[in-house]
């Protein structure tokens, strides 16, 4: 498992309520537009991070994370394994405090060294699944 239920909770209820989601498009049928919108129901700010750049769920889109013009406290990444560690590595420069891979996305390395930048980290987990258990 790759980051405790201290971590989970502590990215859920500490880490501030801007989530960059890096993969999320007006596609409805993709996870990420789901997920999203659970995001939203429990308070989070999200930011659609996409090469299209599309509003989704009412919130303006941005084509990469350094085009955000503003923090961003969380960046939650829908994208292949193979592309989630310069995602991780965007995340570190661009001041975010935690990074958290979806369901799926594992990248050992990006995980050290994220972690080692100071942030906290979650890999293979979903925060719409962890979000409700909170209670």
Not at 79 to 96: H, T
Request: glycine share 8%.
């Amino acid at each position: 498992m790759y980051g405790d239920e201290e971590s989970v909770r502590r990215i859920l209820t500490e880490h501030g309520d801007t989530w960059a989601v890096v993969g999320l498009s007006a596609n409805q049928r993709r996870a990420a537009y789901g997920v999203a919108a659970v995001l939203q129901r429990f308070g989070k700010r999200i930011v659609p991070v996409h090469p299209k750049a599309e509003t989704v769920h009412g919130e303006q889109g941005y084509p990469s994370l350094d085009a955000v013009p503003f923090d961003v406290d969380v960046v939650d990444v829908f994208v292949n394994s193979d592309l989630a560690g310069a995602v991780a590595d965007e995340a570190v420069a661009k001041g975010a405090k935690a990074v958290w891979f979806q369901l799926g996305v594992v990248d050992e390395a990006a995980y050290e060294r994220t972690r080692a930048a100071g942030l906290d980290m979650v890999m293979d987990r979903c925060p719409a699944i962890e979000i409700p258990r909170l209670g």
